[in-house]
């Protein structure tokens, strides 16, 4: 059964860290590219940041930039996102995605329709 599962969202303080983590089953995982988008309430999904298949590349919304980080351990079937400096505007609900042979993202992430695997989404509440 292919799977997408994401966890490690919760609630945390403007200015605070959380990492979410997404773990795939049932898919040679190694060669898919994982996006990382959120929604928030009322608000169209959107990209947050995407890696390559390999890990060698990686890009970033920019309203994201400099305060998350995207990595991928291929031998743990998991991709992380490390965000710092939280703001109440990051709140939502973060999902990630899978797509098969895309082997660099340094131009830009694929469309959010390209993805064919989606997760079930963690909850990201920034407040004080």
């Known amino acids: 059964q292919l799977q997408l599962v994401e966890s490690g969202g919760g609630l945390v303080q403007p200015g605070g860290s959380l990492r979410l983590s997404c773990t795939a089953s049932?898919?040679?995982?190694?060669?898919?590219?994982i996006g990382w988008f959120r929604q928030a309430p009322g608000k169209e999904r959107e990209g947050v940041s995407c890696?390559?298949?390999?890990?060698?590349?990686?890009n970033y919304a920019d309203s994201v930039k400099g305060r998350f980080t995207i990595s991928r351990d291929n031998a743990k079937n998991t991709v992380y996102l490390q965000m710092n400096s939280l703001k109440p505007e990051d709140t939502a609900v973060y999902f990630c995605?899978?797509?098969?042979?895309?082997?660099?993202?340094?131009?830009?992430?694929?469309?959010?329709?390209?993805?064919?695997?989606w997760g079930q989404g963690t909850q990201v509440t920034v407040s004080s």
């Open positions: 995605a899978a797509l098969p042979q895309v082997p660099t993202v340094q131009i830009m992430c694929p469309a959010k329709n390209s993805y064919l695997l």
């Open positions: 049932g898919f040679i995982f190694n060669v898919y590219a």
């Open positions: 890696i390559s298949s390999s890990g060698g590349s990686t």
